[in-house]
């Protein structure tokens, strides 16, 4: 089954204590995107991916990293998170020529205190 | 700068009735537009969307969509209500000269009154 997974699904963390959100896809797809997603803010983008070993910052890039070492995987990282990084976070992908056509992944709710 | 609005955070309808979720955007070329749609606990889902043939685009479930210029919107239209619509729907905007971005908008929930 075609499918972006996300892990863990539910986060509580504590200020100042890194944690990494991993995401991947069994697509084969070139493009991946880091998004949060705030009540009445919509998706906003954090990070994206053209292909491996190939990111660039989105809308909201500050608090957080990425790497893209293989083409499935697109993991997040929060070094230092803090309350005002509590969100709801979604990972997609698409291939490079519909790249409109994203597979969102089921979403991780973290909350930072 | 690109940007997509939607009027209304919260859209209710009954059962059967017709849904209208509005959508205006800001460019200054014809984009690309798209909507999305959100079930609970879900991920976002590709609903229909306008790459430059019809203005008029159908997407799943019934829904339809018309692109106006002169308007600057797309909105988004259902000619019958079904409980199972409901959710968020996000319309989304997309430069053509870029292969990377696309713009969210606030989002609109729908519910439906038995």
């Known amino acids: 089954e075609a499918q972006v997974t996300q892990n863990p699904r539910y986060l509580i963390t504590v200020t100042g204590k890194k944690l990494t959100v991993t995401c991947s896809q069994n697509?084969?797809?070139?493009?991946m995107s880091w998004y949060r997603q705030d009540p009445g803010l919509g998706l906003r983008q954090i990070y994206y991916?053209?292909?491996?070993?190939?990111?660039d910052k989105g809308d909201v890039p500050e608090g957080y990293k990425v790497s893209r070492k293989e083409k499935r995987n697109f993991p997040l990282i929060l070094e230092s998170p803090s309350p005002n990084q509590t969100s709801l976070y979604f990972c997609?992908?698409?291939?490079?020529?519909?790249?409109?056509?994203?597979?969102f992944g089921p979403g991780t709710r973290l909350t930072v205190t | 700068a690109q940007s997509v609005t939607q009027l209304g955070s919260h859209v209710s309808v009954s059962e059967g009735a017709l849904v209208l979720l509005r959508c205006n955007y800001s460019?200054?070329?014809?984009?690309?537009l798209f909507w999305y749609v959100q079930y609970p606990n879900q991920g976002l889902q590709l609903l229909l969307k306008?790459?430059?043939?019809?203005?008029l685009v159908k997407g799943i479930n019934g829904f339809e969509a018309e692109f106006k210029k002169s308007e600057t919107s797309f909105h988004l239209t259902k000619p019958s209500a079904h409980m199972s619509d409901a959710a968020e729907y996000f319309c989304?905007?997309?430069?053509?000269?870029?292969?990377?971005?696309?713009?969210f908008g606030s989002g609109t929930r729908l519910s439906i009154r038995p």
């Open positions: 997609a992908s698409s291939n490079s020529f519909y790249y409109y056509e994203q597979y």
């Open positions: 697509m084969n797809h070139e493009y």
């Open positions: 991916s053209m292909n491996v070993e190939v990111t």
């Open positions: 460019s200054s070329v014809p984009p690309y």
């Open positions: 306008y790459t430059s043939a019809a203005t």
């Open positions: 989304a905007v997309s430069d053509r000269s870029s292969a990377s971005k696309i713009i």
